[in-house]
Structure formats: structure tokens, C-alpha cells
């Protein structure tokens, strides 16, 4: 079992996501850097999907009533275990009564705490993930509070692995790299100048980054002319334009549906590095086509496959 | 005659039409229940709106070009005309007051009185065009004319679950609390979506719905 001691600033148990569901309104959600999540996972040995636990900007403390495996992953949050600092992406022992205390982030924005056997969450449709903009899944549909306990699961598939990994070694999870882009359905409908902005601009995130969608700063990206778009299926990564022309990109938590043009979508390769986004950041995208951004998002399960021995 | 457009490297949209008709409706109906009981491999998630399907897939898994030549041939076997049995579903609900916060502004918006926007929106049959926006959220069509309105100028950080909504010429349930913008003119107790339930959402496309009025 786990106690958390503080819960950091938000932290929520989340798994590899539930799709499936959109048809009800409800998108996957799951864990905002799935690779620190899958990478994690598989450094304690579990199952790359079980659950664990996300902080976001600032870490939180827990208490181990047992002795166990852990693993960090993601941005770097000071963590210390017993006073001692450990270094992240590395598999590191926990004595029974043994405490982790994280700290704020200051490269990166979620880090990712793994323990050996996965978190034990009631499933919902099929998930431990938390929703937070529903309520559903995780612990009661919220974020963490002090005194919450987390009992552990037995998605166990390998013994913990010997070494560290080395993130860098990751295709497509190298921060400040621009984030790659296939067109979107309404790009033409967008002044050209507009189209020529979202690639030459360098963009900052604004404050209203979350698990739903993050809100950029920069030049506003108009339509040729004013133009309803009937409500669609909407999809992770989708940069869409609301009429004041700042963009947002839909994120894990997004709506299914809506009725916003979009001028493109960030790939599947580069999702992780979103969720690793801090506000008032800067960013860049560039153009890719779609077949191009299946070889990069092979190339990056490859790699990770490999990675974890 | 449907399109099959990629809208990103794991996402096709399947067009039927650029407007929300009732015949794109019916389409978008028969295309999702196909795609659900008989899922091509790799399928991930299916977003059917007013006139299109998103189909999300696994890239690593199939071959883009091989899945939309699936879905191609699939929309193209929505043309049935057989009838689909309907199933109405009575929505009882609270108007005005509390529950309603925007009925009063709704009626200064159409001129009429609050008395005859909640007669005019009860009196109305509706269709579930699709679920979206948030769990079990029905984006309903069929609302008289003379209650299309403006949205909020500013959403509202939570509207409380239950809250009978319209927007536009679009109506509404909020099942449960989220920001919004539409204008709320009641409230109802029926729960919309539960996760626990077998069939989580008390809605589906092409059900009728009325809204009753109690007190």
C-alpha cells in the first residue's frame, strides 16, 4: 500500500488510456506522456499499460507500507527517497516505511511514478486512467489528496530490469524539437499567410495548458473568409482555430466533437512531448505528410522496445 | 456519395455530407453500427457526429491505405433503406427558476414568454443525432426556430448536471457538471451516464426524446 504523505500539485493515477468510448462522448485519456509511462512500467517489469501515478509541475510525497521496486520517469522532479536524491529512468529499490518526496520540475512538466506490480484502481470502462474533466476512473474520477491510499496490483510480466535507460536514445523525445504536423481537413480554408505562420512562428504556451488541451501564444491564424464547420469527430493532437485565431491542440482529455476548424495535427511520435509542455513555453511546428509520420512513430516503438533490457 | 479523408496519421474522417441532414444522420448511424459490431483491425475509437464518422487506428498495425478502402466500402453500403425501429425516450423536466437560470433571457431573446419558450420546447420532438462534448452528452435535433438563440458570451465554469440546454438550433442534456456555454432553461433528475451501468449512456443516436415538464 501507499499513503500519500502530499499529493504535489496535480497528481492523478492513469494507465495507457481507454479507447473505445468516444462514441459516448468520452475520449481515452490515459497518461499525458505515454512513453515515460510505458518506459517506466517496463524498467519495475509490469505490463506497459498498468497503472501510475502522474504529477504534473510539482511532485508529491508518498510512503511505502512495503518493500518494492519503483521507477521515475519522465521530467525530472527532484525526487528524493529517504533523504537520498535518486536519479529517474533507473529501477530503484524501496524499503517497507520507506518515503518518496518529489519537488517542483523545472525541465518538463509530468513525471511519471511507476511501482513494481501497477496501481490497483477499480476499473472504469476497462481503465484505471483518471478523467478528470468527466470524473471517471483513477481514484474516485480525482486528482490525489493528502491521506489517499493506493493499494498495488499484480500486472507483473519481467523482473525489474538491471540498467537505466537514456531517454535521448528515444526518436521523437527530444525536448525543444519541433513538433511535426500532417495538414488538417479545413488547412485551405485558412489565409495563406495563416498556413505559412503556423510553421514559421515560434509559439508559446499560454497558462491554459492542461490535460484537455493546451492554448498557444502567437500571431492570430485567420480564415480567408468566415466559414461554419458542422460539429465532427474531433482527434488527439488536432490544432484547432477558435474565431479569435489562437490556437489550441486538443490533448488527451479533449472532446470528442467539434465544430472548430483545424489547420493541422501534431503526429502520434510527437504526443509524449506535448504532455512534457510547460506553460509559457515556446514551441515550433513543422510539416510532415502522414506516411512519414507512421515510419517516425514506428521508429520510435522500435526503439523503445529496444531500449528496456 | 461518401468521402474517406485522412485527418492525421491515425485518424480518417468519413464525410457523407458538409451539412447535418437527416439522410447523413441515418448514414453516419448505420456506418458506426457496422464499424462497432464488426470492427476492422486496428480500430481504435469511433467518433460519429451530424455527418461524418471519425475512425481512429493503431498505423503500426494496418495499412492506412488498406483501412480506407475498408471504410470506403462500408459507407457505400449505407444506402439501405430499411426502416430502424425507434425507441422515444421521456425526459422529465424542472423549467426556470434555479433549475432554468437562462429560461427568462431566452424568452426576452424570442419575444415570447418564459411560459410559452418552455411550452414551445416541450411541445418540440427531438432526435439524438449523436453523442459528444462530454460523457453521454446528446447533441439533439429539432428545435422550433423560434428558440434559436445565442450562445452565453462567456461559458459558465460549471453547469450543473442534468441542465436541459440550447444553443443555436441545437438542444441539449449536460449529464453531468462541466464548463458550457449553451443557455440552461431546466433541469433534470434522469441520469444520463453511468459508467457502472452495462449500457453507460441512457441515450443513442436516433432515439426520440421528449421533454416533459414537472414541477
Not at chain 1, 75 to 82: E, G, I, N, Q, T
Not at chain 1, 173 to 201: I, N
Not at chain 2, 174 to 179: C, L
Request: proline share 7%; net charge neutral.
Amino acid at each position: 500500500m501507499i499513503t500519500v504523505v502530499a499529493p504535489g500539485f496535480l497528481t492523478t493515477v492513469q494507465d495507457a488510456g481507454r479507447p473505445g468510448f468516444a462514441d459516448l462522448g468520452v475520449s481515452a485519456s490515459g497518461a499525458a506522456d505515454p512513453i515515460a509511462l510505458a518506459v517506466g512500467n517496463r524498467l519495475v517489469g509490469n505490463d506497459p499499460a498498468a497503472a501510475a501515478l502522474e504529477m504534473t509541475l510539482v511532485g508529491g510525497t508518498f510512503r511505502f507500507a512495503a518493500g518494492g521496486w519503483i521507477a521515475l520517469c519522465g521530467a525530472p522532479a527532484a525526487a528524493k527517497l529517504d533523504g537520498l536524491e535518486i536519479p529517474g529512468w533507473s529501477v530503484q529499490r524501496v524499503r517497507a516505511g520507506g518515503e518518496l518526496a518529489c519537488g517542483a520540475m523545472t525541465q518538463g512538466a509530468r513525471a511519471y511514478l511507476c511501482v513494481r506490480g501497477g496501481l490497483d484502481v477499480p476499473p472504469v470502462l476497462g481503465s484505471g486512467s483518471t478523467h478528470l474533466a468527466s470524473g471517471l476512473g483513477g481514484l474516485a474520477g480525482r486528482a490525489l489528496a493528502a491521506g489517499d491510499r493506493l493499494e498495488l496490483d499484480d500486472r507483473i510480466v519481467a523482473e525489474p530490469a538491471s540498467r537505466p535507460v537514456d531517454p535521448s536514445r528515444i526518436p521523437g523525445y527530444r525536448p525543444g524539437d519541433p513538433f511535426r504536423v500532417t495538414e488538417g481537413l479545413q488547412s485551405s480554408w485558412f489565409m495563406r499567410e495563416a498556413q505559412a505562420a503556423l510553421v514559421a512562428t515560434t509559439w508559446r504556451t499560454t497558462d491554459a495548458c492542461d490535460r484537455m488541451g493546451l492554448r498557444l501564444e502567437g500571431p492570430a491564424l485567420r480564415l480567408q473568409a468566415p466559414r461554419e464547420l458542422t460539429t465532427e469527430g474531433v482527434t488527439l493532437g488536432a490544432i484547432q482555430v477558435p474565431a479569435d485565431g489562437r490556437p489550441i491542440i486538443l490533448f488527451v482529455e479533449h472532446q470528442t466533437t467539434g465544430g472548430y476548424p483545424k489547420i493541422g495535427c501534431v503526429i502520434s511520435a510527437d504526443h509524449a512531448r506535448l504532455g512534457q509542455l510547460r506553460p509559457r513555453t515556446a514551441l515550433r511546428f513543422a510539416r510532415v505528410e502522414a506516411d512519414e509520420a507512421v515510419r517516425l512513430l514506428r521508429e520510435q516503438a522500435q526503439a523503445i522496445d529496444a531500449i528496456v533490457r | 456519395m461518401a468521402k474517406v479523408e485522412r485527418v492525421s496519421d491515425a485518424a480518417f474522417l468519413v464525410v457523407f455530407d458538409e451539412a447535418p441532414t437527416e439522410e447523413a444522420g441515418r448514414r453516419v448511424r448505420r456506418l458506426h453500427a457496422s464499424l462497432r459490431d464488426a470492427a476492422p483491425a486496428a480500430l481504435v475509437d469511433l467518433h460519429p457526429a451530424y455527418a461524418t464518422v471519425l475512425v481512429r487506428f493503431d498505423p503500426l498495425r494496418i495499412d492506412a491505405a488498406r483501412l480506407a478502402g475498408e471504410l470506403a466500402r462500408r459507407a457505400e453500403r449505407t444506402a439501405s433503406n430499411s426502416e430502424e425501429p425507434i425507441r422515444v425516450v421521456e425526459i422529465p423536466v424542472r423549467y426556470g427558476g434555479d433549475s432554468g437560470p437562462d429560461l427568462d433571457e431566452v424568452a426576452r431573446l424570442t419575444g415570447l414568454s418564459s411560459d410559452e419558450v418552455v411550452a414551445t420546447h416541450a411541445g418540440a420532438a427531438y432526435e439524438v443525432r449523436f453523442l459528444g462534448f462530454s460523457p453521454g452528452f446528446p447533441y439533439l435535433a429539432g428545435l422550433p426556430e423560434r428558440l434559436w438563440t445565442r450562445r452565453l458570451s462567456a461559458p459558465r465554469r460549471r453547469v450543473a448536471a442534468g441542465s436541459v440546454a440550447i444553443a443555436g438550433a441545437q438542444a441539449g442534456i449536460y449529464p453531468i457538471a462541466t464548463p458550457g456555454g449553451w443557455n440552461v432553461i431546466g433541469r433534470t433528475d434522469a441520469v444520463l451516464f453511468d459508467a457502472a451501468r452495462p449500457r453507460p449512456a441512457t441515450l443513442a443516436p436516433g432515439d426520440r426524446v421528449r421533454f416533459v415538464p414537472v414541477r
